[in-house]
């Protein structure tokens, strides 16, 4: 029995949003579970698939808070 986390930010994909939308994760644990089935043949009905969202304040990357490791990136795209 296959568990799988998926660990994204909470921020939507389209401006304005605040969170992935129920279509978007729909399509995250269809893929996922196809996957699953796919390389490895497990059945999808035995496939556990758990969204786990975070606020952008609990995420980090470089030593960064991400949205300033995102403002460093975008001033160094800038230079």
Do not use: C, Y
């Not at 799988?4 to 399509?27: C, D, F, L, M």
């Not at 796919?38 to 969202?53: A, G, R, Y």
């Amino acid at each position: 029995m296959p568990i799988v986390t998926i660990q994204i930010t909470r921020e939507g994909s389209t401006p304005g949003a605040s969170a992935a939308t129920a279509a978007e994760k729909a399509a995250l644990i269809k893929g996922v579970s196809q996957l699953l089935r796919d390389v490895l043949n497990k059945p999808l009905d035995s496939t556990f698939v758990v969204i786990d969202e975070l606020d952008t304040e609990n995420w980090g990357r470089g030593g960064l808070p991400v949205e300033q490791f995102r403002e460093q990136q975008q001033s160094r795209a800038g230079e």
